[in-house]
């Protein structure tokens, strides 16, 4: 199985920074691009940032310039550097990855389990 887990969230205040972390675990062979969701209630999840095996990084316009998508290959995990927080970032986060496992050799989604992110204005 694999698992990703998520950390970092927390309430800041405007014009804040926060960094979330995500690791991928488990019964991993290769783990290709990774991403970065947000979602608020009775909204659709939406792709914040995301990255390629070779670290090549897109981002949503409304964060662009203000947050920072990362990954260590070596340790499966991605990151988001989000700085200038605005009360509109306020969101659970989720971390996406594309991995391939051990047991059936397949390419699947995976996705965290939500941290949340809280900014005051």
């Known amino acids: 199985q694999v698992q990703l887990v998520e950390s970092g969230g927390d309430l800041v205040q405007a014009g804040g920074s926060l960094r979330l972390s995500c690791a991928a675990s488990?019964?991993?062979?290769?783990?290709?691009?990774m991403a970065w969701y947000r979602q608020n209630p009775g909204k659709q999840r939406e792709l914040v940032a995301s990255i390629t095996i070779s670290s090549s990084a897109n981002y949503a316009d409304s964060v662009r310039g203000r947050f920072t998508i990362s990954r260590d290959n070596a340790k499966n995990t991605v990151y988001l550097q989000m700085n200038i927080l605005k009360p509109e970032d306020t969101a659970v986060y989720y971390c996406n990855a594309k991995v391939r496992d051990t047991l059936r050799f397949l390419e699947e989604d995976y996705w965290g389990q939500g941290t949340q992110v809280t900014v005051s204005s």
């Open positions: 488990g019964t991993i062979f290769s783990v290709g691009a």
